[in-house]
């Protein structure tokens, strides 16, 4: 899991990077929740992401957003940490040529800067989201939603009601050609901090069961 550098648009990007030395491996990026919130990507769901990607063969990348740890510059609001993140997939991607394709995770603010690249890069085969803030930010960019993907949410969330989240769930789900696995956690709030072994559970299973995801519908967005 060696310490990585990126370049970033504001400068240094900080990053650890876990390389699976099997040829034409797939790739994964994963991005924490707000920086100015105590995010990093160090974050426990960050992480538990992160490891269950590599379980599966994934060679996997998570980073500081601007601002955060070593990474250079300052918050942007989200517009310049979908820059970031847009940074670190194409140095992911340069390392990995051969990769046939490539996830996004995200827990928090960072599961909203990881459905915005989404919709610019399509070479994004599929998602997991973790408590998609869309009480607080609006997803209404996804007219439509390129790809199928996973989203977890713990149902005592007080941060982010979960009928807020079954409201994008419903929206995306009516779309043609997405399934939209939604995973509610019973007894849990928007940290998971006491179900984070069933958070990793559901997440494992939908990596496995879609390790051969299908190619995106030809109606979402390039760069």
């Given at each position: 899991?060696?310490?990585?550098?990126?370049?970033?648009?504001?400068?240094?990007?900080?990053?650890?990077?876990?390389?699976?030395?099997?040829?034409?491996?797939?790739?994964?990026?994963?991005?924490?929740?707000?920086?100015?919130?105590?995010?990093?990507?160090?974050?426990?769901?960050?992480?538990?992401?992160?490891?269950?990607?590599?379980?599966?063969?994934?060679?996997?990348?998570?980073?500081?957003?601007?601002?955060?740890?070593?990474?250079?510059?300052?918050?942007?609001?989200?517009?310049?940490?979908?820059?970031?993140?847009?940074?670190?997939?194409?140095?992911?991607?340069?390392?990995?040529?051969?990769?046939?394709?490539?996830?996004?995770a995200g827990f928090s603010f960072g599961a909203w800067i990881a459905m915005q690249l989404l919709m610019r890069r399509p070479e994004i085969a599929s998602f997991i989201v973790i408590a998609p803030p869309a009480n607080i930010y609006d997803f209404s960019f996804l007219a439509p939603c390129p790809s199928s993907g996973l989203i977890i949410h713990?149902?005592?969330?007080?941060?982010?009601?979960?009928?807020?989240?079954?409201?994008?769930?419903?929206?995306?789900?009516?779309?043609?050609?997405?399934?939209?696995?939604?995973?509610?956690?019973?007894?849990?709030?928007?940290?998971?901090?006491?179900?984070?072994?069933?958070?990793?559970?559901?997440?494992?299973?939908?990596?496995?069961?879609?390790?051969?995801?299908?190619?995106?519908?030809?109606?979402?967005?390039?760069?």
């Amino acid at each position: 899991m060696p310490d990585v550098i990126i370049n970033g648009p504001e400068g240094r990007i900080e990053g650890r990077y876990y390389h699976i030395r099997t040829p034409a491996a797939p790739i994964a990026l994963i991005l924490h929740p707000h920086p100015q919130h105590g995010g990093t990507m160090n974050n426990k769901i960050v992480y538990l992401l992160y490891q269950a990607f590599v379980r599966r063969g994934f060679s996997a990348l998570r980073f500081n957003f601007r601002g955060v740890g070593r990474s250079q510059g300052s918050f942007d609001r989200g517009e310049g940490e979908l820059s970031d993140a847009a940074s670190a997939l194409d140095w992911l991607q340069t390392y990995n040529p051969n990769a046939p394709f490539c996830w996004i995770a995200g827990f928090s603010f960072g599961a909203w800067i990881a459905m915005q690249l989404l919709m610019r890069r399509p070479e994004i085969a599929s998602f997991i989201v973790i408590a998609p803030p869309a009480n607080i930010y609006d997803f209404s960019f996804l007219a439509p939603c390129p790809s199928s993907g996973l989203i977890i949410h713990g149902m005592e969330d007080t941060l982010v009601p979960i009928d807020s989240v079954q409201k994008l769930v419903t929206k995306l789900s009516h779309q043609r050609d997405i399934k939209i696995d939604f995973r509610k956690i019973p007894g849990t709030d928007h940290f998971f901090n006491d179900q984070l072994d069933l958070l990793a559970a559901y997440a494992d299973a939908y990596i496995a069961a879609h390790l051969h995801p299908a190619p995106r519908p030809h109606h979402g967005r390039s760069r």
